[in-house]
């Protein structure tokens, strides 16, 4: 009897002594400081690790673009000397670099990518929600950030700034609103969806008054180093870039459209685009709800996975904005269902995992590749977040 006296008590007292450290853990891997440097650290271990690789074709394209941009050199064809691919991005983003290339590429490269990933990491903070769901959709993306940084795409950035243009949004801050969704338009074109957001909220005239201004503020930005003749030719080779990228991408397409083309029916693009968009807008005909913050909040993970299933030139390291969408998508959701559960786990291997070393290899060549699988979590997600949209969201309820 004395020895199972003894038994209880030490496994009462390791017990309470484990459960101690793991209330301590979690509350460590719940500080946001802690994350941040998480974040800080990923970011810059990423970018490093490129250099042993080495896969810095991007950003020396980026890098190049300011080079070619001051020395009057039209930025859309091709350099092989310099790089490979074809720049496809404004002649602002062109500017923008400068902040980057003046440093040697070593560094530049470290600061790029640390600048994305800040970005991401405020605007998730400055999110009005409680603590536990922004932890949450931190450490459920932070997998794909890191793909997404060890390609130096902007994608990272485009992500924070369109939930950055929610979080203006919802502080009635208008002006910086549409500062986010412009800029990220000049970015990389997916960023101009955060403006279906505008018309969830008051004050559509100072919108579109606001939007004007911060089209021709950036738009403008390169006669700091062009004259008005040579950015105007700019202009339209860069609508010329992204028209031939639209025809000559279709085999990188990890898209819903590929999707449905590979799986189930040869259907054009522009049909699925048009069905997508009649989709997408659906919900705004409940304009009832536009005044409940979890139907605002919904709507924005809507854009962010809208805008990559629905794209033809959507690619793997494109997927950080929709998996950020689908954490946003499952912190809106009060309930926690099996269905709901299934689908973000579902996410996390299938569109998350299956690019990395973690994936079995024999299994993303033979099946995720060719049968364009990282797209099929993320379009399930989206089809159960429009019926949150449209069915799902009543009214007075709370995130």
Not at 164 to 176: A, C, G, P
Not at 192 to 218: D, E, H
Not at 267 to 291: N, Q, S
Request: proline share 3%; hydrophobic share 55%; aromatic share 22%.
């Amino acid at each position: 009897m004395k020895k199972i006296i003894i038994f209880a008590t030490k496994f009462i007292f390791y017990s309470i002594i484990l459960m101690m450290n793991l209330q301590k853990l979690k509350a460590i891997f719940s500080n946001h400081t802690f994350i941040l440097w998480v974040y800080i650290l990923v970011s810059v271990g990423s970018t490093i690790h490129l250099y042993f690789i080495p896969e810095i074709n991007f950003y020396i394209m980026y890098e190049y673009s300011f080079y070619h941009l001051i020395q009057n050199k039209n930025l859309y064809p091709e350099y092989p000397k310099e790089y490979i691919d074809v720049f496809l991005y404004s002649p602002t983003f062109a500017v923008l670099m400068a902040f980057f290339a003046i440093f040697p590429t070593f560094l530049g490269i470290i600061f790029w990518n640390l600048f994305n990933t800040l970005i991401l990491y405020y605007a998730i903070k400055y999110i009005s929600m409680a603590d536990d769901k922004k932890v949450l959709i931190w450490w459920f993306g932070l997998h794909e950030a890191l793909t997404a940084l060890q390609r130096t795409q902007p994608n990272v950035m485009i992500t924070g700034l369109i939930i950055f243009t929610f979080v203006f949004f919802e502080r009635k801050q208008i002006f910086w609103a549409t500062c986010m969704i412009v800029f990220g338009f000049y970015i990389k074109i997916y960023g101009v969806l955060g403006a279906a957001l505008f018309l969830l909220y008051r004050g559509k005239l100072k919108f579109t008054l606001y939007f004007i201004f911060w089209v021709i503020a950036f738009g403008l930005l390169p006669l700091v180093f062009v004259s008005y003749h040579q950015l105007m030719y700019l202009y339209v080779e860069w609508y010329k870039a992204l028209v031939l990228e639209t025809q000559v991408d279709i085999a990188l397409d990890v898209s819903l459209l590929s999707f449905v083309q590979v799986n189930i029916y040869n259907i054009p693009d522009k049909y699925l685009i048009v069905a997508g968009i009649i989709t997408f807008c659906t919900a705004y005909v409940r304009y009832k709800m536009y005044d409940e913050f979890r139907f605002r909040l919904l709507y924005l993970a809507n854009i962010l996975l809208w805008v990559i299933l629905f794209s033809p030139a959507s690619e793997s390291s494109t997927y950080v904005i929709a998996v950020y969408g689908v954490a946003i998508w499952y912190v809106a959701n009060n309930s926690t269902h099996y269905a709901r559960i299934f689908l973000i786990v579902f996410v996390f291997i299938l569109t998350s995992l299956s690019p990395s070393d973690l994936f079995p290899a024999f299994v993303r060549d033979m099946y995720v590749k060719p049968l364009v699988l990282k797209a099929l979590p993320c379009i399930l997600v989206w089809l159960y977040l429009m019926y949150d949209l449209l069915v799902g969201v009543q009214k007075t309820e709370k995130v």
